[in-house]
């Protein structure tokens, strides 16, 4: 082999080395700079927080009501009283006008949670409270326009066209309820 033959077999790995080299730094450049428009694109933490709630339900007592925030709309936790889910249940032969039983629309009897929010244009019922009005049927009252909700949450009268609905839960051992 020639010295020049030499020279231009070592000039071109040095070339083929230097171009590796470069694409290399072009690729790891390009990572860098898209990675943080890439993580903009990921729910903030106060966003993943609100995926999901933990409510520990042991000081609630038969016949209380409290409202908890869930993905920025209120939840009704209704602690049930045996007269009320008598009721309920009494209710599932009435003529609904979103029929659903007691049974569909709780995992235990005692336990009724429903998104606060009525069906017809968005309000928030009243009946939360002991000075509230809590409708015809015992459970609450829209004073927007009118819509009555029974003691499971299903339209009674007015103009919401379904009942409240039903988040997705979880009942977990020990009085706690997992939200979302």
């Known amino acids: 082999m020639t010295e020049s033959a030499t020279r231009n077999e070592s000039q071109t790995s040095k070339r083929d080395f230097l171009f590796v080299a470069t694409g290399t730094m072009a690729a790891v450049g390009a990572a860098a700079a898209a990675w943080p428009l ?14 999901s709630v933990e409510i520990d339900l042991t000081s609630v007592e038969p016949g209380q009501r409290i409202t908890v925030v869930w993905r920025g709309k209120p939840v009704f936790i209704d602690r049930r009283t045996t007269e009320q889910i008598e009721q309920a249940l ?3 032969t009435a003529d609904l006008k979103d029929p659903q039983t007691d049974a569909e629309r709780v995992q235990n009897p005692e336990w009724l949670i429903v998104v606060g929010v009525c069906t017809h244009l968005g309000c928030v019922p009243l009946g939360q409270r002991d000075s509230h ?3 015809d049927w015992g459970g609450w009252f829209c004073p927007c326009h009118g819509s009555h909700y029974d003691t499971s949450g299903r339209i009674r009268k007015g103009p919401a066209p379904r009942n409240l609905d039903i988040p997705p839960y979880t009942l977990v051992p020990g ?3 997992t939200i979302g």
């Open 133 to 135: 009005p809590i409708g």
């Open 175 to 177: 009085e706690k309820i």
């Open 90 to 92: 009494a209710d599932d």
């Open 38 to 51: 890439i993580r903009s694109m990921a729910p903030s933490a106060s966003v993943r927080s609100a995926a």
